[in-house]
């Protein structure tokens, strides 16, 4: 290969506005607020707020993926 353009060129990237995150926990406000309620500061990324084994991240990503 001598030029990137033989395999496809480079990668373009999505445009957009990224999710809403005020709190800076790296999960979208929008769904902390489907989820819990509200963007509480407690409930974070590594956070296991209920204590049931899955953390906060974990518990946000089923709710959207239906698991
Ligand atoms: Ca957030
Ligand atoms: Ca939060
Ligand atoms: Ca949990």
Not at 2 to 16: D, F, Q, R, S
Not at 22 to 37: K, Q, R, S
Not at 48 to 66: A, Q
Request: proline content about 3%; charged content about 20%.
């Amino acid at each position: 290969m001598k030029n990137e353009t033989e395999v496809g060129g480079h990668l373009t990237y999505a445009t957009g506005t990224p999710y809403a995150d005020a709190d800076g926990d790296n999960m979208w406000d929008l769904a902390e607020i489907t989820v819990w309620g509200n963007i509480t500061p407690t409930n974070n990324s590594f956070a296991d707020e209920n204590g049931d084994g899955y953390t906060d991240m974990e518990e946000t990503i089923f709710y959207f993926t239906g698991k």
